[in-house]
């Protein structure tokens, strides 16, 4: 008869790659440290490859160990969403729901969206994470993440989406530069290097360079900010111009600020807001509900 790895000794595997400590796996685990290192060794076996390098003071996980850890995470992932399926099939709105969010996104709607669901449904609880969209979704892909909010359109490989809302791109500058400008705006007219966006780890720079049809690249600012903050106080300095998301600036982004806000050259500049999650999953009756309420808000 075949062996199996049991979802135990996978749950001890990506416990220690997580912590990097026997302890404090075993602490996890709710387990003794022998029985945690003895369960590890058990699947190695099964395996028949070494996953951990140990000595005194360090330990190494090798190749196939983090392979191993990689699927061992789908593996629990899916499992979780096995055991949930009945739960969420009579009452979807309620328990943990672990949501995922982009950093030009939180600040200007998880606050709404949190009075919302207390609101509404007060037996959900949410447990928010904002942190990157490449991060983001490999924590959703473990397993580590229920839901995200995202901004499309990004490449989610086999998650499913559904887009909630679009938020459109306007163009900030110094009342300064406004009484410079040739109007209407062109990208053409505009000085070489006076066009500042945000680093290209962020997904917005992407979006709006496409959306906003901006295939001048030496309009383009070599200085990368890591949030709009940075960016409107670029521009309020008069050191150029950018692109803000309406959602910033209906919350007040530039409100304290001495900025025009104006059209783009391009027409119909946007970005959409989604909800991601893993096909899998048992909780898509939640996730629509909640997708309901986040289009809700951003009407």
Known sequence: MNKFPSLKQL???????????????AKRCFV????????????EGLIGSQ?????NK???????????????????????????MTLVSEK???GKLRVGCIPTIAPF???????????????????????????????????????????????I???????????FFKMVLSRFQVEKMNWPIRYVDLPDESVFLLDRENCLTDHVVSACNLT???????????????????????????????????????????????????AEAYREIGLVWRPTSSRKSTFDLLADLVETLLQ
């Not at 996953?51 to 000595?55: P, V």
């Not at 789908?74 to 055991?83: F, G, H, K, T």
């Open 92 to 94: 979807p709105m309620q």
């Open 216 to 266: 001048l690249t030496e309009k383009i600012n070599p200085f990368t900010a890591t949030s709009l903050h940075t960016l409107v106080q670029m521009v309020a300095n008069g050191l150029g111009t950018t692109f803000v998301p309406q959602m910033a600036i209906k919350h007040g982004l530039v409100d304290s600020l001495d900025l025009v806000v104006v059209e783009p050259p391009s």
């Open 11 to 25: 749950y001890y595997l990506v416990t220690l790659y997580e912590t990097r400590h026997f302890g404090e796996a």
């Open 157 to 167: 490989g086999s998650m499913v989406s559904r887009c909630v809302g679009r938020d």
């Open 32 to 43: 003794s440290q022998s029985t945690l290192s003895s369960g590890i060794q058990n699947l």
């Open 109 to 155: 709607l998880l606050c709404d969206l949190v009075k919302a669901v207390n609101q509404h449904y007060s037996e959900l609880d949410l447990l928010l994470r904002e942190d990157t969209t490449a991060n983001l979704l490999h924590a959703l892909k473990s397993g580590e993440m229920d839901v995200l909010i995202l901004a499309l359109p990004v490449g």
């Open 58 to 84: 360090t330990l190494i996980f090798s190749a196939i160990g983090e392979d191993v850890v990689s699927r061992g995470k789908e593996m629990l992932a899916r499992s979780q969403d096995l055991m949930e």
């Open 51 to 55: 996953l951990i390098e140990r000595n």
